[in-house]
Structure formats: structure tokens, C-alpha cells
């Protein structure tokens, strides 16, 4: 009887999983499509599902890896892929089985491993940043810091003791994520967190998919709130991350 109950359980999961995927599921708008193609200044190429966004001139010495949210497709994310990749930093976008970080969290060691002279930053969106958080709690050593795109670390991913920054950026008017579970978990962050609030945008516009189910109104446009996101993250980049690395 055991095993009977137990294989109902994984069908009921994998059908939620379906439904989930079929409802939530979110398609890159048209300027993610655009954004993906290669320019003078940065080349895009895609290999083994990881998108990967190159600067051409300026090298900053370090690299990118994002872990999208839940059921959302990484080419959704190369507007602010390409934001990163024209200021140097070169930046990996991770697809993810069935569009769920939480089946692909240990995805950035194969980048990791495959250019060692590299440098890297993690994080991700939503639950792309709870399983970057749990990938840099395991492999420290590899981490020079962490990025919360309006998400944040578990206890399992907790990096409260970890010696490299982190930055975690929300928005005003994001209804998806929990407020109560996010200052919950700022005893995860580390001692050097950065904290921004990107005022009037909200929770899908740190992608470029089309509005969100539960989601706020946001009173300023998806390019600008991109725009805000990666200069946030290169300031952070530029004065935490970098000066602590060398």
C-alpha cells in the first residue's frame, strides 16, 4: 500500500508540474528576441542550453551566471543580459529543465569548470535566485558574490557567513514576491549586502515576457526598469565585488 501511495504522490506532482508549466509558462517578448542577436560590441551565441552574452572591446574581469524564474524561458532575460555583456561582463544565461531552476541548480559548475581564468558572480530571478543561492552556498571558493533578483536565499542556500557581497534588487509594485518570506530571509545575506528598490516596477519586468499572473501594475516601462536593474548591478559590480576580488 505504501508504494501505491507513494507512486500516487509522484503522479499528482508530476501533473501539477504539467499544469504549472502549461499556465505559468512565459514566452520571451519580441525585444528578447532582438536583444539575443550578436552587435559590434557583443557577440551572442547559444551552446549546450546556455545563452551566452561576450563583450567584444572591454573585458571587466568578471562574468555573470543567471539562473531564470520559474517557468521562464533565459532568452527572456537577454535584455538585461546584453546591458551587462555591453559594460564587460561577459554573462551566461542557464536554461533550465522544464523552465524550474530547482532541477538545474548545480547547471553553473560546467560553466565554471570550462573556463577557469574566469571570474563569476550568480544569481537569478525569483526562484532562479533561491537556487543560485544554494548552488554558491555549496561552492564558495567559486563565488565572488551573489545576486537576488527579486528573490532571496533559504536556509538551504543561507550564506550568512559567506566572505563575498551580494545585492538584492526589488521592485515597488511587484506583487509576486512574498514580502513577509524576503525580510524573513535577510538573515541569509551576507554582512555586505546592497539593497536597491526600483521604484514603479514590478516583478516580470526583470525579464522581458509579458505580464505576470499576480503580478502589480508597473508604472514605468520594461527598458527602463532593465536599465535600472543592470546599472544597479554594475555599480555593485564595479565598488563590491571587484575591489573585494582583487
Known amino acids: 500500500m505504501k508504494k501505491i501511495a507513494i507512486f500516487g504522490s509522484i503522479i499528482v506532482l508530476l501533473g501539477l508540474m504539467v499544469w504549472g508549466y502549461l499556465y505559468f509558462n512565459s514566452e520571451p517578448s519580441d525585444v528578447a528576441e532582438n536583444a539575443a542577436n550578436s552587435t ?22 568578471m562574468s555573470v551566471i543567471l539562473y531564470p524564474g520559474a517557468f521562464i524561458d533565459g532568452l527572456s532575460y537577454a535584455p538585461l543580459a546584453k546591458e551587462l555583456a555591453s559594460s564587460g561582463y561577459k554573462t551566461y544565461i542557464v536554461e533550465m529543465p522544464l523552465n524550474l531552476a530547482v532541477f538545474g541548480k548545480n547547471r553553473a559548475a560546467d560553466i565554471i569548470d570550462e573556463a577557469p581564468d574566469e571570474k563569476f558572480v550568480i544569481g537569478g530571478h525569483s526562484l532562479g535566485g533561491v537556487m543560485s543561492s544554494r548552488f554558491a552556498h555549496d561552492n564558495e571558493d567559486e563565488i565572488q558574490g551573489v545576486f537576488f533578483l527579486a528573490s532571496y536565499p533559504d536556509e538551504k542556500g543561507t550564506l550568512k557567513n559567506a566572505s563575498f557581497p551580494a545585492i538584492s534588487i526589488t521592485a515597488t509594485n511587484d506583487k509576486v514576491l512574498n514580502k513577509d518570506s524576503y525580510n524573513e530571509s535577510k538573515k541569509y545575506l551576507p554582512k555586505d549586502t546592497t539593497f536597491v528598490s526600483i521604484e514603479g ?46
Open 40 to 61: 559590434k560590441t557583443v557577440d551572442v551565441l547559444e551552446e549546450n542550453n546556455i545563452l551566452v552574452f561576450t563583450p567584444r572591446k572591454t573585458d571587466a574581469g
Open 201 to 246: 516596477g514590478n516583478h516580470a519586468q526583470f525579464g522581458s515576457y509579458g505580464t505576470q499572473h499576480g503580478d502589480g501594475k508597473a508604472t514605468i516601462t520594461g527598458t527602463e526598469q532593465t536599465e535600472q536593474v543592470a546599472n544597479a548591478m554594475i555599480s555593485w559590480l564595479k565598488t563590491s565585488v571587484q575591489n573585494q576580488a582583487k
